[in-house]
């Protein structure tokens, strides 16, 4: 096979997909977990040394200075990363997609003078003041350590224990050494459903005063069990994991309150019918939990007794198909005003003491701070989600927008300081600014050591006049010359699922998209129904249904840009995604040969009953009584009406999708007499951080596509 590779690396050793795979997607040298001191004097970050280091240190900016001092080097506090890592450790790393190493994570106190993170399983302690640190020697390995709000201490998990110890390395179990608890019971860490689908990374709390810590309590016995094997390595005994698939129970979870000295507090709310704990807020205004329904249509925000562990209803909201969790969000202000966020009037709106704040044409997203004095959070227009904007509502009730350049921001912020990160088409990767109120005439941009990739995306931005698609156009950048302006083979590369969109004003959003054009293909991206953003009735166009709605848009959106250009040969059409873009993929050639003639489907979801609870019954309900929606949305009986090519690559260790979707749907295409291929990553999760698979991987699938999609007439 050769591969024609874009003009921008003709002549060099490094190609593309090369380098894509050892920057780990361009994220390598990128500013990253940024936190501002309550002062605003120090900005606290994460960087690697350079585009193509995994190995992240900690970092401080004294704003003042302007100047970046290096506090903490993993490559001089440890020899290797990964000796050491916990399970636990290991778990919350896929649950986030991390694949970097080094300092992962960190945390600080109050003030943030303190940090505290895991590095090989041990503990270390950085003072931020002075940049000195320390390992502190506990029994380990060691997970997500916190120091409390006053920095006198440090709270971590090891294992099943909930863990504390002094300074000076004294340290204690505080939860989870009881011999009568099952080894199924561990404390403080977030259960499954918690991290891969609300975003709840964490499972304990300190209070502000740094006396009592709050809990999260998790028994997964009644979890069925899920062998995840190694056929690589038939002498490597199976891995056991606990997988609560749509329709089976979840994890037990509670929370409790528990005393420096071990005494322990239930925190009392009805969890039979709220059984979701998907946030906690501890702030000097109170103790604050969100909890939910299992059908998800309600939510209630409980204020909690610190004494006695009773709660009190602040907050009930209901949706007949389901309550959105909106991140940042419940937040109690210190003057005992609730803020949360909800769908009211079409569109997901701030609410201020029940009351929405922002208007129906403005779609919130996150909450990223509150006081009584402001509230900053992020929005975009409700009929455009390709940028998304950094708002403030003041005290008077003024909205102003922070930014205004199309694009991605986010900022977060402390004392008279604000750090702003943007993204945008104009240039590659993201700038952090850090602004000071205290000198206005001047603004830092935090160094990024990120690579600039070797294709440039060159995208035209389109929006479809039935349903009001958002879709992105790339071509090769020699269409002109080489290719004779001709049409070209087509190749959708959606995500077109619920929560994440691919459609977005930024430039290293389409460089893998820009690649494949480059290749000699019309690369058409489209956001579908049920993509955030885009209000209530939108991301609800899914409910009962994932598939018709999602399919039916890239149809659209495809259909409608060859009525706009010559370009497009819709007589070879390719489809390819990820995750639910590889669902997606796989359902397109099933159920629309006609306009489909070729996929390749990434670890896909192909049959609903094997996927998670949370995000399952969001969608299509619950298994045991709506049945007839899971088979509607099973890619499994649609297996003898394969008639094009169909390329399933699947990673054999993902505890995520688990291979079985691509196995199940293997077995029943073979069973039909249908062709097609199957491409099993030996020791792959659902991410792919290995360099060579990722590398390879690219130029398997480009292989792939030259060789199935019909030769022109």
């Given amino acids: 096979m050769t591969t024609t590779l874009p003009d921008s690396t003709i002549g060099t050793s490094d190609t593309f997909p090369r380098q894509q795979a050892r920057t780990q997607r361009f994220t390598l040298g990128a500013p990253r977990n940024i936190t501002v001191s309550a002062d605003g004097k120090r900005v606290i970050f994460l960087r690697s040394a350079s585009g193509s280091d995994s190995m992240n240190a900690l970092w401080v900016l004294d704003v003042a200075s302007g100047t970046e001092r ?233 204020q909690v007794d610190e004494v006695t562990g009773a709660t009190n209803v602040l907050d009930h909201d209901y949706d007949d198909a389901w309550v959105e969790l909106v991140p940042g969000t419940p937040r109690l202000l210190n003057d005992g005003v609730l803020v949360t966020a909800a769908d009211r009037n079409g569109a997901r709106r701030l609410l201020v003491s029940g009351e929405p704040v922002t208007p129906t044409d403005l779609q919130v997203r996150s909450v990223l701070s509150a006081t009584p004095n402001a509230i900053t959070f992020t929005a975009n227009a409700i009929n455009d989600a390709t940028s998304l904007h950094v708002w403030r509502r003041h005290a008077d009730g003024r909205l102003t927008a922070l930014t205004n350049e199309p694009g ?48 440039a995306p060159d995208v035209q931005f389109f929006r479809t006049d039935e349903t009001g698609l958002s879709v992105a156009l790339l071509l090769p950048h020699d269409h002109g010359t080489r290719h004779g302006g001709g049409p070209l083979p087509v190749l959708l590369d959606p995500y077109g699922g619920p929560h994440a969109l691919r459609v977005q004003r930024t430039n290293n959003a389409f460089v893998t998209s820009q690649w494949f054009a480059d290749q000699g293909f019309a690369v058409v991206v489209t956001d579908g129904r049920g993509t955030p953003g885009r209000g209530s009735a939108w991301e609800r166009a899914v409910r009962g249904d994932l598939a018709t709605a999602p399919l039916n848009d890239q149809i659209e959106a495809l259909q409608f840009v060859a009525t706009q250009t010559s370009h497009l040969d819709l007589r070879r059409v390719a489809i390819r995604g990820w995750s639910f873009g590889g669902y997606l993929a796989t359902l397109a050639v099933l159920r629309r040969p006609d306009i489909f003639h070729t996929a390749i489907a990434g670890a896909p979801v192909t049959e609903w009953r094997l996927y998670d609870t949370h995000y399952t019954e969001r969608y299509l309900g619950d298994p045991n009584t709506l049945g007839e929606r899971y088979s509607a949305s099973s890619l499994l009986p649609l297996a003898c009406d394969l008639e094009r090519p169909l390329l399933l690559i699947h990673g054999l260790a993902d505890d995520n999708v688990v291979a079985a979707h691509t196995l199940q749907l293997s077995s029943a295409l073979l069973a039909a007499g249908r062709t097609h291929e199957v491409l099993p990553l030996i020791g792959v999760t659902h991410m792919t951080p290995q360099e060579q698979v990722a590398e390879n991987l690219l130029l398997h699938q480009l292989d792939f596509l030259h060789r199935t999609l019909p030769t022109p007439a």
């Fill in 408 to 455: 991605v921001h986010w900022m977060t912020e402390g004392g008279s300081t604000t750090v702003m990160r943007s993204a945008s088409m104009d240039k590659p990767g993201a700038t952090v600014t850090v602004n000071s109120a205290h000198d206005t005439t001047h603004a830092h941009i935090i160094e990024s050591f990120t690579e600039i990739p070797l294709v």
């Fill in 70 to 302: 290096l506090v903490s080097d993993p490559q001089v506090l440890l020899t290797t990363d990964n000796d050491g890592l916990s399970l636990e450790e290991r778990a919350q790393r896929e649950r986030t997609r991390e694949s970097g190493g080094g300092i992962t994570a960190y945390a600080t106190d109050r003030a943030g003078k303190v940090a505290a993170f895991a590095l090989g399983g041990r503990l270390f302690a950085a003072g931020l003041l002075t940049g000195s640190v320390r390992p502190i020697d506990v029994a380990g390995p060691v997970f997500d350590p916190r120091p409390d709000p006053t920095a006198r201490r440090i709270a971590y998990i090891s294992g099943r224990l909930l863990c504390l110890t002094e300074l000076d390395g004294t340290w204690r179990v505080l939860a989870g050494s009881d011999p009568a608890e099952a080894d199924t019971v561990s404390w403080g860490s977030a259960d499954f459903i918690a991290a891969e689908e609300m975003h709840r990374f964490s499972g304990y709390w300190w209070s502000p005063d740094g006396n009592t810590i709050a809990s999260c309590r998790v028994d997964t016995a009644p979890v069925e069990e899920w062998n995840i094997a190694d056929p690589a390595n038939p002498a490597t005994p199976s891995r056991t994991v606990r997988y609560p698939a749509a329709g089976t129970n979840n994890a037990t979870v509670s929370l409790h309150l528990i005393g420096l000295t071990g005494s322990r507090t239930d925190v009392d709310w009805d969890s039979n019918l709220f059984p979701y704990i998907t946030s906690v807020n501890w702030s000097t205004a109170g103790l604050v939990v969100h909890v939910q329904s299992r059908d998800q249509r309600s939510t209630m925000t409980l």
